[in-house]
């Protein structure tokens, strides 16, 4: 080998190694994200005595330790309501073995009571009237009669928002990371 040879190859086991990581830090820029839903700072919900549709008494409380899909809406159920509780229930199935670690909330913001044939349609769905009217306004709407389906987590803090035109495919991937990462509920 020749002393040129030499100095190129120490050169090239010394400068690689820093080019490499120049490029890597200012000029490639991989998927920041992996989660479909917004993350929403995360938010302590407050006021969450009130009552189920039956008119049992329930506290939020009671479902801390689980991770709770909410949907926030007026019990007149349109067909976005209908298909983001319907998104709800699939994305909890998908869920195989860890759905019980899953729950379905549907807050009513209105005094109205939701259609028996929707309702029905949806066992286990959790359908819950806030005790203060103020409750709802805990959640980041966006616009005025936005659709969005948010996510609590176990701790009962508010912590994701999903799009209004979920894609039910984004919502369970994250779901199963979500429950995969956590070691709380």
């Not at 939020?60 to 007149?76: F, I, P, R």
């Not at 980041?140 to 799009?163: E, K, Q, S």
Request: charged share 20%.
């Amino acid at each position: 080998m020749t002393s040129r040879s030499k100095l190129l190859m120490m050169l090239g086991v010394f400068a690689v190694p820093m080019i490499a990581a120049w490029v890597s830090y200012f000029g490639w820029h991989p998927d920041k994200r992996k989660n479909y839903g917004e993350l929403i700072p995360v938010t302590p919900l407050n006021h969450t005595g009130g009552t189920l549709l039956n008119g049992e008494s329930f506290k939020l409380e009671q479902l801390q330790g689980k991770w709770v899909m909410t949907y926030v809406g007026s019990s007149a159920c349109n067909e976005a309501c209908s298909r983001q509780l319907y998104y709800m229930r699939q994305a909890r199935i998908a869920q195989g073995k860890d759905q019980d670690r899953v729950e379905r909330l549907w807050v009513i913001t209105d005094a109205g009571t939701p259609e028996a044939v929707l309702l029905n349609s949806h066992p286990g769905l959790k359908v819950w009237r806030a005790g203060e009217a103020g409750f709802a306004k805990q959640f980041p709407m966006g616009h005025v009669g936005a659709t969005h389906i948010y996510l609590v987590d176990p701790l009962g803090n508010l912590m994701l928002r999903f799009p209004e035109q979920t894609d039910p495919k984004g919502m369970i991937k994250d779901l199963k990371l979500l429950l995969k990462a956590s070691q709380i509920g």
